[in-house]
């Protein structure tokens, strides 16, 4: 039972321009919901969270939004960069953290 | 400055071998925990542990076993390596209790696993 989604394996964006990275879920008891960005080679880093009482976050760049109805989240990285280019994954936080499968982001020059 | 690290970045074994790879946390962190990332599947937890000498099944055990005899290191074995282990390990830590957010988890950098 996948309890966390990420339904696009990858995503090509080009420089300058937005990137949204979407994420389900099917848990209604999660508190929190997570960003980590992971590099080839790295181990995931923390990147944004928001809690399950808000519908939006923001971070500089980056934005996740949540929509408790239809249990989606996604975020915006607005202007997108090249160094932005890494797998991001969506977690969910209920007492531990539940992953998603992570969405492969390749920002262009 | 939170530092996780595990002992090797890349490791070959053989079926049938016994794996132990260890994972070592500075910031006296109360929660460890081992993942193994698969492409298509993400990260999915093995064990994870609350304390010393304390641990937790977590979504894919089986094959597995972990030690946590002291507080800042945390092991995962494999008993009898397989084919199907061949993965990318990573190991976690966070602060216990009331301090313990969901955003306080950090990672190791990997061990790359290949059992042939």
């Known amino acids: 039972d996948q309890q966390v989604k990420q339904n696009s394996p990858s995503l090509s964006v080009q420089e300058g321009r937005i990137s949204i990275l979407n994420c389900d879920y099917t848990n209604s008891m999660f508190d929190y919901f997570l960003w980590y960005k992971k590099y080839p080679a790295e181990g995931p880093t923390f990147l944004i969270s928001i809690s399950s009482i808000k519908d939006k976050n923001e971070d500089g760049r980056f934005t996740v939004f949540l929509n408790k109805s239809a249990k989606h989240l996604s975020l915006h990285i607005v202007p997108s960069q090249p160094g932005d280019s890494a797998v991001y994954f969506c977690?969910?936080?209920?007492?531990?953290?539940?992953f998603g499968q992570g969405t492969e982001l390749s920002v262009k020059p | 400055d939170v530092k996780v690290t595990q002992s090797s970045r890349y490791l070959v074994k053989r079926t049938g071998e016994k794996v132990f790879l260890e994972c070592v946390q500075d910031?006296?962190?109360?929660?460890m925990f081992w993942y193994r990332q698969d492409p298509g599947l993400g990260l999915r937890l093995i064990y994870f542990s609350y304390d010393v000498k304390m641990k937790e099944k977590g979504d894919i055990p089986e094959g597995y076993s972990v030690s946590r005899e002291k507080k800042e290191r945390f092991s995962l074995i494999l008993e009898s390596a397989s084919t199907n282990q061949t993965s990318m390990y990573l190991c976690a830590s966070r602060l216990g209790g009331l301090a313990g957010g969901a955003d306080t988890q950090y990672f190791g950098p990997g061990t790359r696993l290949t059992v042939l």
């Open positions: 910031m006296d962190h109360e929660n």
């Open positions: 977690a969910g936080w209920g007492g531990k953290l539940i």
